[in-house]
């Protein structure tokens, strides 16, 4: 028999009790464990192009989610390039001849392939629009290799399991945000072309079919 302060006496809990007490509390921290391992293992939400932000050429954050539900043929671009001409021309005959109803090529200059792309985000642009009369969306210049890796552009190198060894490699990421195709700088711009189209009309299709 103990004794609380006073002198009046309590009686010692009964085994059966003592029991009863340690199955309680084992069981609260059960609950307590499997309630947080639930919240951890909780499946988050998967990423997708057109789920990340990115900058414009102003520096403003802008949302891709306005080009979900398109065909978009991401691009790395560069000024003072061997190719520059070449693919410029190119990329914005596709953006003018598919249109921005069901297509958007979406350029992102990169500095760090030798110098080919020195210029700030103005100067960037202006060269585009001035020399090839582009009209596609140009972003703010950004790095996709190494850790400092926009998380836009990550997201298309991790799907491809490749990193682009120069610039203008292309990816044609599909209207849900996935990388469907990719090519590197020096291949077919009629390939592109061919695949960037098939997509379109299936997009056209899908969309007829809903209606």
């Known amino acids: 028999m103990e004794a609380l302060p006073g002198g009046y006496p309590v009686k010692?809990?009964?085994?059966?009790?003592?029991?009863?007490?340690l199955f309680f509390s084992v069981a609260i921290c059960m609950g307590t464990l499997f309630l947080l391992q639930t919240k951890l293992s909780k499946p988050r939400k998967t990423k997708d192009f057109?789920?990340?932000?990115?900058?414009?050429m102003r520096g403003r954050v802008v949302s891709?989610?306005?080009?979900?539900?398109k065909?978009?043929?991401?691009?790395?671009?560069?000024?003072?390039?061997?190719?520059?001409e070449q693919n410029y021309r190119a990329l914005q005959e596709l953006h003018r001849e598919l249109g921005t109803s069901h297509f958007n090529v979406l350029a992102f200059p990169c500095a760090q392939y030798g110098d080919t792309e020195p210029g700030t985000n103005r100067e960037i642009e202006n060269f585009a629009k001035s020399n090839f009369g582009v009209t596609f969306p140009i972003f703010s210049k950004i790095k996709i290799m190494g850790s400092e890796a926009d998380p836009a552009f990550k997201f298309l190198t991790d799907s491809v399991q490749k990193t682009p060894k120069w610039n203008f490699w292309k990816f044609l990421?599909?209207?849900e945000g996935k990388v469907v195709k990719f090519w590197k700088a020096e291949e077919s711009m009629e390939t592109i072309r061919q695949e960037a189209t098939t997509l379109v009309r299936e997009i056209i299709l899908r969309k007829r079919a809903e209606l």
């Open 173 to 175: 990421v599909n209207p």
């Open 50 to 56: 057109y789920s990340f932000d990115v900058r414009d």
């Open 12 to 21: 010692a809990p009964t085994p059966k009790a003592r029991m009863f007490l």
């Open 71 to 84: 065909a978009s043929l991401v691009v790395n671009v560069a000024s003072w390039c061997e190719q520059t």
């Open 64 to 69: 891709l989610e306005k080009y979900r539900g």
